[in-house]
């Protein structure tokens, strides 16, 4: 079992930083990738971010490619999305999220993550 707490949302103008937190206990948290997800109102969710366990594999979708930056502290059992020049397009409730099985590399499906945050709103105003 993994438990996620998710900080660091809020209200930003456009062009504006965000940096959300996702502190996790449980599973030791060196060993399964980590993502993050985003859902907006009347929208699927979407895959935002990852990183693998090893922290050399990071994907990104293509509309925050350039702006956002995943990392993780696997010392802190934490992982981060720095999210800069922030559109109103990025207004969404984010989720971090722990993939179910350990030492996989690129896991881009929300299907295959087992352990969800608890959700963290972002509004970007324009």
């Known amino acids: 079992q993994v438990q996620l707490v998710e900080s660091g949302g809020g209200l930003v103008q456009a062009g504006g930083s965000l940096r959300l937190s996702c502190e996790a206990s449980?599973?030791?948290?060196?060993?399964?990738?980590m993502g993050w997800f985003r859902q907006a109102p009347g929208k699927e969710r979407e895959t935002v971010a990852t990183i693998s366990w090893s922290t050399d594999s990071t994907y990104y979708a293509d509309s925050v490619r350039g702006r956002f930056t995943v990392s993780r502290d696997n010392a802190k059992n934490t992982v981060y999305l720095q999210m800069n020049s922030l559109k109103p397009e990025d207004t969404a409730v984010y989720y971090c999220?722990?993939?179910?099985?350990?030492?996989?590399?690129?896991?881009?499906?929300?299907?295959?993550?087992?352990?969800w945050g608890q959700g963290a709103q972002v509004a970007v105003s324009s």
């Open positions: 449980g599973r030791t948290f060196s060993t399964y990738t």
């Open positions: 999220a722990a993939d179910r099985l350990l030492f996989r590399r690129c896991v881009l499906r929300s299907a295959e993550y087992d352990f």
